[in-house]
């Protein structure tokens, strides 16, 4: 299972998230429009064409007038994934009424992204607002008709695509898993057979809700856990309405209320934060490495190993768009309050990196959410093994300083050997930084002899396997390993540990930017 998600990880890495997503939702709406115009979607094709334009055009319109009231930057991929996810629940129609509701369900959508809103970001799924609240008017609602078995196979490759990418797997399948026991033992419990109940299941929201709509990064809880518990309450509320017909003149159990009560318990459990970011200085780390050091507008909280999705607009950017999702380079209590991300720099380079190259100091970005499971356990005696390559040594450096800075105050120090791949003796990236923590290294490097002056406490390999590590690790059995860097050095890194005798391993993959 874990290769397997590895695999198409390392497939999909170069594909911007909120890119992907649209292109998943684009597979969906034209695989719809091909099925009615063939006879196997029972839906008139004029009625999905006509839904199609009014949602998407709204949406579209929509952002743009919102972001120019805002004074913002419009972000047309979320515009159009907004709509597209619209066209995909409500009801396909050609009555002006019903079409009209359609636009004002975009209409509302968007501008829930500028007017609901707290700590800088948006806190509700946008789709699911619009549909709500148009839902209230009691003349139209959402109807899901993209769960229908035809459909099916196409919507779980798409789900599968965007949960890998996104990283909420085990969360979507969570909710899935939960929702479906929960719907299938409540319409059993009132008296239908088990396998008519099983077969009514791809015709429920719960597939596309779980693997499009609550996968959207801003709007979940940054831990780990905490996704979990989103996961697991949002399930509990589909099943609501097969319990009891429950209604408040127009308000009743909806998926797209329980996926918002899940939006609300995000913000619960764990305050979104963004906020402006101010370039005060960059500097090269190595040849082909650039750090930048930003200055928040307000506090950006995070913990050791979490990323920030970094917006920058730019002219003519690529098929990637305008946001990067950078591993925080500095430790959470840095001294001079700036946050501090690092970049491989390499030609040509994507619009974004060449965008980010050219920002002056004093130009801004800004910091969209903070977020990522990759941190390190709280019970300090766990031995850990921390592995990486490249420019995906970030999320160690912040944790190993930080880590410092508690052993400082009194923590009981850990014990760590961190294992350092690098492509050249001069692309060692951080090294003074990781030089002053103390800790143990194991640095891989096939030119081992230009290699600078190093700690004594310093280990040196020409190739990465397990006989290198044999060399320096007595316990791999007893250790936890953190990996770190592109999906393919997960994959090596994955066979390596494992063949060393390594059992417990987390990765964080670094896919290209």
């Not at 409540?186 to 791809?202: C, E, K, M, R, W």
Request: hydrophobic content about 55%.
């Amino acid at each position: 299972m874990r290769s397997a998600v590895a695999t198409i990880d390392g497939a999909l890495g170069r594909i911007a998230m909120l890119r992907l997503v649209l292109l998943a939702l684009l597979v969906l709406v034209a695989s719809s429009l091909v099925l009615s115009l063939v006879g196997a979607l029972q839906l008139p094709f004029t009625a999905l064409l006509a839904t199609l334009i009014a949602t998407v055009l709204g949406s579209v319109v929509g952002d743009r007038v919102m972001a120019w009231l805002a004074g913002a930057h419009p972000v047309g991929d979320s515009a159009l994934v907004t709509g597209a996810i619209l066209f995909l629940v409500v009801y396909p129609s050609t009555d002006p009424a019903v079409v009209l509701l359609a636009a004002a369900a975009a209409l509302v959508a968007n501008a829930s992204k500028y007017l609901i809103r707290l700590g800088g970001r948006h806190v509700l799924n946008p789709a699911a607002t619009g549909l709500f609240v148009v839902g209230l008017t009691g003349i139209a609602g959402s109807a899901w008709w993209v769960a229908t078995p035809v459909l099916l196979p196409v919507l779980l490759l798409a789900v599968a695509a965007v949960a890998v990418r996104t990283r909420v797997v085990g969360p979507v399948v969570v909710l899935v898993v939960v929702g479906a026991a929960l719907q299938v033992a409540i319409v059993v419990a009132h008296g239908t057979a088990p396998l008519d109940a099983l077969a009514v299941l791809p015709s429920t929201p719960l597939l596309f809700l779980a693997g499009i709509m609550f996968t959207e990064p801003i709007t979940l809880p940054p831990r780990r856990g905490q996704r979990f518990a989103e996961a697991v309450l949002v399930a509990v509320l589909l099943a609501v309405p097969y319990l009891a017909p429950l209604q408040l003149l127009t308000l009743r159990p909806t998926p797209e209320l329980a996926l918002l009560i899940g939006n609300v318990f995000a913000v619960l459990a764990a305050r979104p934060t963004a906020a402006d970011l101010l370039l005060v200085s960059k500097r090269a780390l190595t040849p082909t490495a650039v750090e930048y050091a930003f200055r928040p507008s307000r506090p950006l909280p995070h913990r050791a190993g979490q990323y920030l999705e970094l917006q920058l607009p730019h002219r003519e950017a690529d098929g990637r768009g305008i946001r990067r999702s950078l591993t925080i380079a500095s430790a959470p209590d840095e001294a001079d309050g700036t946050v501090r991300v690092a970049v491989r720099r390499r030609a040509p380079g994507s619009t974004f990196k060449r965008a980010l190259d050219a920002l002056p100091e004093g130009g801004r970005a800004r910091a969209v959410t903070v977020s990522g499971g990759f941190t390190l356990p709280e019970d300090r005696r766990t031995p850990l093994l921390l592995a990486a390559s490249g420019i995906g040594i970030t999320p160690f450096v912040s944790q190993l300083r930080d880590d410092a800075a508690e052993v400082s105050a009194g923590a009981p120090p850990r014990d760590v050997l961190l294992v350092d791949l690098v492509p050249a003796a001069d692309e060692v990236v951080y090294l003074p930084e990781l030089a002053a923590t103390g800790v143990r290294v194991l640095l891989v490097c096939s030119d081992a002899a230009a290699l600078p002056p190093l700690p004594e406490h310093w280990h040196v390999a020409t190739a990465f396997d397990a006989a290198a590590l044999a060399a320096v690790l007595p316990d791999p059995a007893e250790r936890t390993a953190f990996v770190s860097g592109s999906p393919r050095f997960l994959r090596t890194a994955r066979a390596v540990l494992t063949q060393a005798g390594v059992r417990r391993i987390r990765t964080d993959a670094f896919a290209g930017y």
